[in-house]
């Protein structure tokens, strides 16, 4: 166990709507990466969080956004839900010096599914 | 084209058999981590490299950053090692952004 947890873990939400994620990093780790992974596909990387401000950022719509919070766990917001963002969402902390990371340890991840 | 490109996409072994996945990746990297996902979606890292070899239990892992590529070794496998083997790369040159291959489903059976 990776001591990195999500929640909720399943979760089902209509069109339109609005939906926060949650993840708590391991402790020590003050980075925190967000993946959306459709299924059949590969991880694809959503954005990540280095001291509480956005540090990178892979090609998702700003209706995708994020924080982090002092104590360095984060929340993923996706807004105006689409069918499309039906997915695994998957967050990995880990420790960063001078916002470089190291190893990642993944979370167990969040099932949301659109109707 | 991919950033990364992983084969085999997927690979049936008989218990025991020494297996090999190759990861190639087009992006200058600072590292790059092998991942191991389990049926039901939970992510386990395995190594992160940045050069040279690594080892743990059955599991080795090498890189070539010259040749910007990586291979995952399993020797004696078993079919507890039945999972998608993914590759994934981050930068500098990668604005902290990591890339991944779309995996290597394996199956080893008993």
């Known amino acids: 166990e990776t001591g990195v947890t999500q929640s909720p873990t399943h979760l089902i939400k209509t069109r339109g709507q609005q939906v926060t994620l949650r993840c708590s990093s391991q402790?020590?780790?003050?980075?925190v990466s967000w993946y959306q992974q459709a299924l059949g596909q590969g991880p694809q990387f959503i954005f990540q969080?280095?001291?509480?401000?956005?540090?990178g950022r892979g090609n998702f719509p700003p209706r995708f956004s994020g924080l982090q919070f002092p104590n360095y766990s984060s929340e993923l917001n996706v807004n105006a839900l689409e069918l499309d963002d039906s997915a695994l969402y998957l967050c990995?902390?880990?420790?960063?010096?001078?916002?470089?990371?190291?190893?990642?340890?993944f979370g167990p991840g969040t099932r949301l599914t659109v109707t | 084209k991919n950033e990364v490109e992983q084969s085999p996409q997927n690979l049936t072994a008989q218990e025991g058999e020494f297996i090999t996945i190759n990861c190639s990746y087009s992006?200058?990297?600072?590292?790059l981590h092998w991942l191991q996902q389990h049926p039901g979606g939970g992510i386990v890292s395995l190594f992160m490299?940045?050069?040279g070899k690594k080892k743990h239990g059955r599991l080795i892992a090498t890189i070539n950053i010259q040749e910007k590529h990586s291979s995952l070794h399993i020797t004696a496998s078993h079919p507890r090692d039945s999972a998608v083997y993914i590759c994934?790369?981050?930068?500098?040159?990668?604005?902290?952004?990591?890339?991944f291959g779309t995996g290597t489903s394996l199956t080893v059976i008993p």
């Open positions: 402790s020590g780790h003050n980075t």
């Open positions: 994934a790369v981050q930068g500098p040159n990668t604005g902290n952004q990591f890339y």
């Open positions: 992006v200058g990297i600072s590292a």
């Open positions: 490299l940045s050069s």
């Open positions: 990995a902390s880990s420790r960063s010096t001078s916002g470089i990371s190291y190893e990642q340890y």
């Open positions: 969080y280095y001291r509480e401000e956005e540090n």
